[in-house]
Every structure is written in structure tokens, then in C-alpha cells.
């Protein structure tokens, strides 16, 4: 069994920065691509970030030159670094990992962040 635990999340000020983390644990052989999605107060969820397991990574539009992601292969491990964060960025964080043809979601961790 696999199991995603988020952590990192928060109340921040506008401009502010955050950085999540996300472990992956169990029964793991290997990780494919890891990544971030998030979901505002009723809107849908949409992918933030994601990152392959060679590095290559992508990014919605509205996080592009505010949010990196990165891993540790080693650690099975994903971080997002938010930086300059709005109002609008407030929501509840997601990570995924795809191993084994599954995509393997966390719980969560809240953002929020106040004008």
C-alpha cells in the first residue's frame, strides 16, 4: 500500500512564500511522475505543477515564475516553493505520484492566503 503525506501548508500574507512538501511511502519500486494540484473554495481541482522522474517539469500559467517544483528521487519526495503568493492561490494543495500505472493522491494541505 502507498500512501502520500502532504505537509507545508498554512495562512500567509499576500507576497508572502510557502514551500510544501510530499512524501511518498510503502510499497514503492518506482516513482514516475510526481506533481501538484490544487482546489479553491468551489472551483475545480487543476494541476499546478508536475515534474518527471528525469526533471522535466511543467507548470499551469498562473503559478509560471512564482512556483518551482522539485524531488528527491531518493527521498521519494516532491516540493512545491511558492513564491509571491496571492489571494488567489488560496486552496488545498494535492500531491500525486504515479507508480505502478496508478496515480496516487495525498490528502491535502490547506493554503491559505490573506489580502
Known amino acids: 500500500q502507498v500512501q502520500l503525506v502532504e505537509s507545508g501548508g498554512g495562512l500567509v500574507q499576500a507576497g508572502e512564500s510557502l514551500r510544501l512538501s510530499c512524501v511518498a511511502s510503502?510499497?514503492?519500486?518506482?516513482?514516475?511522475?510526481m506533481g501538484w494540484s490544487r482546489q479553491a473554495p468551489g472551483k475545480q481541482r487543476e494541476l499546478v505543477a508536475g515534474?518527471?522522474?528525469?526533471?522535466?517539469?511543467n507548470y499551469a500559467d498562473s503559478v509560471k515564475g512564482r512556483f518551482t517544483i522539485s524531488r528527491d528521487n531518493a527521498e521519494n519526495t516532491v516540493y512545491l516553493q511558492m513564491n509571491s503568493l496571492k489571494p488567489e492561490d488560496t486552496a488545498v494543495y494535492y500531491c500525486?505520484?504515479?507508480?505502478?500505472?496508478?496515480?496516487?493522491w495525498g490528502q491535502g494541505t490547506r493554503v491559505t492566503v490573506s489580502s
Open positions: 500525486y505520484a504515479d507508480i505502478g500505472g496508478w496515480r496516487r
Open positions: 510503502g510499497s514503492i519500486v518506482r516513482i514516475n511522475a
Open positions: 515534474i518527471t522522474g528525469g526533471g522535466i517539469t
